[in-house]
Structure formats: C-alpha cells, structure tokens
Nanobody, 120 residues
Framework: AQVLVESGGGSVQAGGSLKLSCAAS?????MGWFRQPPGKEREGVAT????????YYADSVKGRFTISQDKNKNTLYLQMSSLEPEDSAMYYC????????????????WGQGTQVTVSS
C-alpha cells in the first residue's frame, strides 16, 4: 500500500502564498491534490501524470496554483499563490487514480490532510 504524508499547511492572509508537500512511500505515475472546505464536498485541485509531466487544474485555481513532483524524492508539491479565503480547506494528497489522471477522478490512496486557512 502507498503511504502519503502531507505537510506545509498553515494560516496565511489573503494574497499570500503557501507550499504544500506530500511525501510518498513509493513512486506513482499519477498523483494529485484535493481539498475539502468545512461542510462541503471534497473537490479535485490538481493532478500530475509523471510520464511527460501532464498537469490538470480545477478552474478555480488555474493561474494561482502549481503542482509539481520530484520523482527522485517521491515527493509531490503544490505551490499556492494569491490565496483567497475561499481556498481555506483541508488539503489531501492522493496517489494512483482510478481511470484518467484528472482532478475529477477518484484515487486509490490518500493522505491524512493538512489544513490551510486563509484570512481576509
């Protein structure tokens, strides 16, 4: 089984930046970031397909968030800039999609999450 451990969450003011990290126990060619605001459903944020580095983003984060991967370290990143209060959520790392490597897909393995809070 794949073990995923997120880090890097915290509190920031609107307009600020944070970088999330996800350490994976093994290499997976498809990984992604998801988030779940309080009282809302989980939503896909971004995914990356390692062969070729193909990325997909939710419309709400395009141009502000960047997903990347260090394959040598089995680590996934999410650079978040121009943060908005609406970005406040628990952020989860996921690995190994069922089907296409897209934010709309479900994933096999999940981390425990890291909290991001953006104040106005």
């Amino acid at each position: 089984a794949q073990v995923l451990v997120e880090s890097g969450g915290g509190s920031v003011q609107a307009g600020g930046s944070l970088k999330l990290s996800c350490a994976a126990s093994a290499y997976t060619n498809c990984m992604g970031w998801f988030r779940q605001p309080p009282g809302k459903e989980r939503e896909g944020v971004a995914t990356i397909y390692a062969p070729g580095g193909v990325t997909y983003y939710a419309d709400s984060v395009k141009g502000r968030f960047t997903i990347s991967q260090d394959k040598n370290k089995n680590t996934l990143y999410l650079q978040m800039s121009s943060l908005e209060p609406e970005d406040s959520a628990m952020y989860y790392c996921a690995a190994s999609s069922y089907g296409a490597c897209r934010p709309s897909s479900d994933f096999r393995y999940w981390g425990q999450g890291t909290q991001v809070t953006v104040s106005s």
